[in-house]
């Protein structure tokens, strides 16, 4: 019994990925109404909704601390911190550790723009049949991809100049060597640059995400015409 219900899984799953090859094989091809390069046009008008919709918010004051998808927490050695100072009376001061760091973020984002018009400009015809076939954040992880690195290497200069702009430096000098002098706690000095490089990168990325959802799962998303053709095929 138990080998008929494997094959008989096995032999449902290949069907539907035969079926599901199947439409993407019979896609528009050039010439006719909707062509390869419309279908790819169509997924980079997404991406680029998403960048100028979404990421742009990040890059505005509390474009991180204000969103709570998207807010930089503290990393795990710090929360003691955090913990440690508001136990004593301290919370304004820690309030504004946590502010700074999302403002560090935000400065960054304003880095990110060009970098994802360049590999959205990238996109070939069999890039947005994999995004068609793929899932809600199938675009979103393409730019991941061909992107990550090189706005790493963007962010992280920005954000250290960041904090120096912002005094970041002094005030989390000041939050960590008030906190290693509280008795009986271990020191900390963690590399907040590095940390708040990753927490950037990563809201940037969420944040791509939720407007691709939204073009691919409503249709009153979908705000050109050329948008609700080409997401019309994966419906």
Not at 49 to 70: A, H, P, S
């Amino acid at each position: 019994m138990m080998r008929k219900l494997l094959a008989f899984v096995l032999i449902f799953n290949l069907t539907a990925c035969a079926e599901l090859q199947g439409v993407v094989d019979q896609l528009p091809q050039s010439g006719s109404v909707l062509s390869n390069a419309d279908i790819a046009a169509g997924l980079r008008q997404a991406l680029d909704l998403g960048i100028d919709k979404q990421v742009t918010k990040l890059t505005q004051t509390d474009g991180f601390f204000k969103n709570e998808l998207v807010k930089i927490l503290l990393p795990e050695e710090l929360q003691k911190v955090d913990k440690g100072l508001r136990d004593i009376g301290l919370d304004n001061l820690a309030d504004e550790g946590l502010k700074v760091l999302n403002r560090a973020a935000e400065d960054a984002v304003k880095e990110a723009t060009p970098i994802f018009v360049n590999a959205v400009k990238e996109i070939t015809f069999n890039d947005a049949k994999n995004i068609l076939l793929g899932s809600d954040d199938a675009a979103t992880q393409y730019l991941t991809n061909r992107t990550q690195t090189e706005l790493y290497n963007k962010f992280k200069p920005v954000i250290n100049s960041s904090f120096n702009k912002v005094g970041a430096d002094q005030i989390w000098a000041n939050l960590i060597n008030k906190y290693n002098a509280i008795p009986f706690t271990n020191n900390v000095n963690p590399d907040l640059t590095d940390y708040v490089t990753g927490e950037a990168l990563k809201g940037v990325y969420t944040m791509i995400a939720v407007e691709e959802k939204e073009i691919r799962n409503k249709v009153s998303s979908r705000t050109t015409d050329l948008l609700r053709k080409v997401f019309a095929l994966q419906d």
